[in-house]
């Protein structure tokens, strides 16, 4: 069989279903209301690690992202640019990817400068932009920071088993 049309089958593969689990992930966070909002915790968020082991997670993470918040309700303009941070995010931590402790930072930083807008004018949600930073910026740290380095660490002894990247 053509090794392209298996990586590229691959590559695919691997997007849809890490964009299935952040989807998943996210539902649950909103069980407990905190997919959204002013304080926001999403479980899902511990994923932006994965860009550390496979380019797939960018494309991933950003339409888990995007299905997430079209079957959580989302204002349209969260929709847009909430994914939008997570790509910014997902992106960063790709380019960040040989350092493990660095990779969790972009989708801190992107969440917390774009999603407190989205807070303010979409929903608007009273207590101002650098409160939502904040509040954002905590969630976010307890999310790609703490749980994603929980991840990180549960997943780097496989990383050698299961070939993470096209080509491997």
């Known amino acids: 069989m053509n090794s392209k049309y298996v990586q590229k089958t691959f590559f695919i593969a691997q997007a849809g279903v890490i964009a299935a689990i952040y989807t998943v992930l996210t539902m649950i966070a909103a069980g407990f209301d905190l997919a959204s909002g002013a304080i926001q915790v999403r479980f899902s968020e511990a994923l932006t690690i994965l860009p550390f082991f496979t380019p797939a997670a960018v494309p ?72 939502f930073m904040a509040t954002v910026g905590i969630g976010e740290v307890l999310s790609c920071l703490v749980l994603g380095q929980i991840l990180l660490s549960a997943l780097l002894p496989f990383k050698g088993i299961f070939p993470m990247h096209m080509g491997e």
């Open 60 to 131: 991933g993470l950003t339409l888990g992202c995007l299905i997430s918040n079209l079957v959580t309700g989302c204002a349209l303009p969260d929709i847009i640019f909430g994914s939008l941070a997570t790509l910014i995010g997902a992106f960063g931590s790709y380019h960040l990817r040989r350092n493990r402790f660095l990779v969790s930072l972009p989708p801190i930083v992107s969440n917390m400068l774009i999603i407190p807008f989205i807070l303010t004018y979409a929903y608007h949600i009273p207590g101002g932009i650098p409160y």
